[in-house]
């Protein structure tokens, strides 16, 4: 069975570091693009860090870049989202999703927000 399960998210105060989870099952991870989408109250759904299942280039939003890191343990087939110095406009619905990497590439993954699989999103509150 096929499953995406996120874990992490959490209230946090501004400046604040933050781990989401993403715990994959039925699949071989390699062999995917694997993403985090944000949706911000208000907002549409965004990319905001995608990993290439080619050759592990990745695509950070401008937003982002420098302060969340994607990592991924394919053994334990689980996707991370290292978010540090968080910022109240981080606030949002977070979720990973994944795509066979062989139609698209990594980045058109995220700036179409569109994927094959996803998580059930979890909720990441920065509030001082």
């Known amino acids: 069975q096929l499953s995406l399960v996120q874990s992490g998210g959490e209230l946090v105060q501004p400046g604040g570091s933050l781990r989401l989870s993403c715990q994959t099952a039925?699949?071989?991870?390699?062999?995917?693009?694997i993403g985090w989408f944000r949706q911000s109250p208000g907002k549409e759904r965004e990319g905001i860090v995608c990993?290439?299942?080619?050759?592990?280039?990745?695509w950070y939003e401008d937003s982002v870049k420098g302060r969340f890191t994607i990592s991924k343990d394919d053994a334990a087939k689980t996707v991370y989202l290292e978010m540090n110095s968080l910022k109240l406009e981080d606030t949002g619905l977070y979720y990973c999703?994944?795509?066979?990497?062989?139609?698209?590439?990594?980045?058109?993954?995220?700036?179409?927000?569109?994927?094959?699989?996803w998580g059930q999103g979890t909720q990441v509150t920065v509030s001082p």
């Open positions: 990993i290439s299942g080619i050759d592990g280039a990745i």
């Open positions: 999703a994944l795509e066979f990497r062989g139609i698209r590439t990594h980045q058109e993954m995220c700036a179409t927000v569109s994927a094959d699989y």
């Open positions: 039925g699949l071989t991870l390699e062999y995917y693009h």
